[in-house]
């Protein structure tokens, strides 16, 4: 049920009988029969002639009396009088008018009308003086009104003093009046058409008999009448109300269920018609829609014709939700679904499945970022959308998916494995010729990962062909086939980039701070930012492991931007409350080479208005710097604009001695599993101390990170290394814990050991 009211259509189905309850479709209602109404007509019968009194002001009870007589003589069926009889003006008119009256016998009658819709009350009327029409019929005409006081039903009756009352249209369609309910007007009469003499005419004998004979004639004040609101007309006189009234009492069939329910068969209907369309697909989909649409715009107007009055409102409401929440949906996959290119992204390949007998193929561009770096970024979406033409041309692909960063997936006929690869190869050899971009060139590589593992559903291909095509790049492979033995990784690093963004949205990823304390004088004197993840459902995530994809996943500079903002904000805290205080930042080896880094790290100092000099950078030798004098010149500009170099993990990478040699360097830091063995292993204590020599020689501080216990810390003290860090001094903590050892240090605490 649940999963059923998250879809659009158990949402606009919810909504919509929600706002039924609160009559929120009356305006559409309304509209709707507006619109019919003004738009469908028909004259009003012949058998009812209005006879309008030019000049209700001087008639007098005699002149009334006449005017009855003459009409009398014309033999009318029935007449009625719809207009205030004037009496006591004088005994012998009134006698003369109570003559005419009695004259007519029964073919008279008094209509007592109530002057403002939905006013029933007994107030609302007032009743023909008794002893002028004595035993001659009253009808009433009373009609309930919709939320802007158009007139929509009456009832067929109307009590009045504890008597019942018959309605005129009752009457004048000649039905039962003891009949429960209401009855609807036939709102396609239009009003200009009832047939009307006026009485100067009638005295004037200006009137042919054939005009009144045999028809029920309603006298009244038109001028003087009340009118009302009448679908499709505005403003009608209440008479005309009262005639389209029989008409619809006429109609073949008699049906309502009411203003609330009356809407029900029609949203029902629509309802299962929008529920095939939904299970239905091509040509029949759009036929349930559309008949659906038909079926909301037509049939209520074409069953009231008959004298079925079913409201389209809550149709009407329902329609319009679900239109609105289908298209807003429809907008939103559309987004997400196409990359920044404008190309289909890989989600789109992942979301359907791919033609049987097909591999997944994912090829990644080398260096894709720096060519970005390097266009003006009108041009991105060329570059990728030229590498895409590339790739369709040699691949035979039709469409070509482009993910984040310069990763392109497509599904290709599964050849034998061996004329596969010849394939692909052939597909690298056309990555041979440089990319012409705007009038810049590119020299670039292009690596492919592959799934052939038909029996597997696309998305998981899509992540395995993704995952493969990054190890091909990272190891410098032209092809990789995906082994099986990745699958639980592959759909994490797919959608990493989504997870990150959230992550950093949400605070599941925030900034942790381990102190660093400086040896000589016992006193805390800087930290270190380390990016954590309390991942929601993988609970945290060591962040050298998050680091790794977020690098394969090309989303590391968002990262990284992301800490030395964070960082920047620490350290201006810090360094308000105190002496210089040194904040430290981890940088990604996939990050020193880049084009980039230096301008956008000169730019956040610039901006955030921090000395870069209290900014301590820690870069780690890893064998994953692609570019190695690019990397060296980024870090010497970042030196000469006053941020500080440490060299993180010493003794770990590959080249520390060479590093420390070629890179021009503040601080060292030395590996936590030298230090870790200081106080137990004699070569690790010959290393650490000739390391810490080594580095002072170099005008290098030392830093000992990951110290746990008492005894490591005073053998480092006694080596003369300058900083230590570690959890026996402090676990990397949230900033206002932090802040709060700060705090306790400068006020005169210092290390305990
Ligand atoms: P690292 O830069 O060498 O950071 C020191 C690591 O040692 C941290 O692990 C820290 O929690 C841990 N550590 C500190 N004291 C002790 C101790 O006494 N005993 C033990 N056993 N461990 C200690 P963490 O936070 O898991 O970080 C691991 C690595 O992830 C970091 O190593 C760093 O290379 C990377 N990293 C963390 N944050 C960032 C970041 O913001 N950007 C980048 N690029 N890398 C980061
Ligand atoms: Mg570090
Ligand atoms: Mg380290």
């Given at each position: ?8 259509f ?23 029969w507006n ?8 004259s009003?019968?012949?058998?009812t ?13 005699g ?17 009625l ?13 009134d ?23 939905d ?14 029409t ?32 018959s309605t ?57 009448a ?27 069939f ?41 079926v ?18 809550n ?7 679900y ?37 997944v ?41 482009h ?67 990054n190890?091909?790049?990272a ?59 309390n ?54 080896a ?51 604009l ?21 890179l ?26 000739n ?8 005008g ?19 080596m ?12 990397p ?21």
């Amino acid at each position: 049920m649940r999963q059923f009211l998250r879809t659009s259509f158990g949402m606009s189905l919810l909504a919509t009988l929600l706002l039924a309850m609160m009559a929120a479709g009356e305006p559409l209602a309304h509209t709707y029969w507006n619109v019919v109404f003004k738009n469908i007509h028909r004259s009003a019968p012949p058998s009812t002639v209005l006879l309008t009194i030019d000049d209700q002001h001087s008639l007098t009870s005699g002149s009334f009396a006449d005017l009855l007589e003459r009409l009398r003589r014309r033999m009318p069926r029935r007449v009625l009088i719809d207009a205030p009889l004037p009496v006591g003006e004088s005994d012998a008119g009134d006698a003369a008018l109570t003559r005419a009256v009695r004259s007519f016998g029964s073919d008279i009658a008094f209509i007592s009308r109530s002057d403002k819709v939905d006013n029933f009350g007994k107030d609302a009327f007032v009743l023909p003086p008794r002893q002028i029409t004595g035993s001659a019929e009253v009808l009433v005409s009373a009609w309930r009104g919709n939320f802007v006081l158009y007139a929509v039903s009456a009832p067929y009756k109307v009590n009045i003093e504890d008597r019942d009352y018959s309605t005129v249209s009752t009457a004048l369609a000649g039905v039962r009046s003891g009949i429960e309910g209401d009855y609807y007007p036939d709102f396609r009469i239009d009003p200009a058409t009832i047939p009307r003499l006026s009485s100067s005419e009638l005295i004037a004998g200006q009137v042919g008999a054939s005009n009144l004979t045999g028809r029920t004639v309603i006298v009244t004040g038109l001028s003087k009448a009340p009118s009302i609101l009448y679908f499709g007309h505005s403003y009608a006189p209440a008479i005309a109300l009262d005639i389209a009234g029989a008409e619809g009492l006429k109609a073949p069939f008699s049906l309502s269920l009411g203003p609330r329910l009356g809407s029900l068969p029609i949203l029902a209907l629509v309802v299962l018609l929008i529920w095939l369309g939904r299970l239905a697909a091509g040509w029949r989909k759009a036929a349930a829609y559309a008949t659906a649409v038909g079926v909301v715009v037509l049939v209520p107007a074409a069953l009231r014709m008959q004298g079925i009055v079913f409201a389209p409102d809550n149709a009407l409401l329902f329609l319009g939700i679900y239109g609105t929440l289908r298209l807003w949906q429809k907008r939103a996959r559309r987004i997400q679904l196409t990359s920044a290119s404008g190309l289909p992204n890989l989600l789109a390949l992942a979301n359907n499945p791919v033609p049987v007998g097909s591999d997944v193929v994912v090829a990644v561009v080398a260096r894709y970022e720096e060519i970005l770096a390097t266009l003006p970024h009108d041009l991105h979406g060329e570059c990728a959308r030229q590498i895409a033409r590339r790739i369709a041309a040699g691949s035979g692909a039709e469409t070509i998916h482009h993910g984040d960063g310069g990763h392109f997936a497509w599904a290709e006929e599964a050849r034998p494995l061996d004329m596969q690869l010849d394939h692909l190869e052939g597909l690298r050899a056309l990555f041979a010729v440089p990319l012409l971009i705007g009038n810049h060139t590119f020299d670039t590589n292009i690596h492919f990962g592959l799934d052939r593992n038909e029996g597997l559903d696309t998305s998981t291909r899509v992540n395995s062909a993704l995952a493969s095509a990054n190890e091909a790049l990272a190891n410098g492979r032209a092809i990789e086939l995906f082994e099986a033995s990745r699958l639980a990784e592959a759909p994490w690093e797919l959608s990493l980039h989504a997870r990150i963004e959230e992550g950093l949205r949400n605070g599941d990823i925030w900034l942790a701070f381990q102190p660093q304390w400086n040896l000589k004088d016992n006193r805390m004197c800087g930290a270190e930012a380390l990016i954590r993840w309390n991942h929601p459902t993988r609970g945290p995530i060591a962040p050298d492991a998050f680091i790794l994809q977020a690098e394969r996943a090309g989303r590391i500079d968002a990262l990284t931007y992301w800490v030395l903002d964070l960082a920047i904000t620490a350290a201006l805290a810090l360094n308000a409350r105190g002496p210089r205080f040194q904040m430290s930042i981890n940088l990604s080896a996939q990050m020193v080479d880049k084009p980039d880094l230096v301008g956008n790290f000169a730019e956040a100092v610039r901006r955030r208005g921090i000395d870069p000099r209290l900014l301590t950078i820690e870069i780690t030798e890893t064998s994953s710097v692609r570019n190695r004098p690019a990397a060296c010149q980024n870090l010497a500009r970042l030196r000469e604009l006053g941020f500080r170099l440490s060299i993180d993990d010493f003794g770990t990478g590959e080249a520390s001695l060479a590093y420390l040699a070629d890179l021009p360097s503040d601080e060292l830091k030395i590996d936590r599993r030298f230090i870790d063995r200081v106080a137990t292993n004699p070569r690790d204590h010959a290393i650490v101390a000739n390391t810490i020599s080594l580095a002072h020689a170099l005008g290098q501080t030392v830093v000992a990170e990951g110290i746990e216990r008492p005894d490591t810390l005073a053998i480092l003290r006694s080596m003369g290394c300058d900083l230590a860090q570690g959890y026996l001094l402090g676990r990397p903590e949230t900033f206002a814990k932090l802040e709060k050892t700060y705090a306790a240090s400068l006020s005169g605490a210092v290390i305990q050991v």
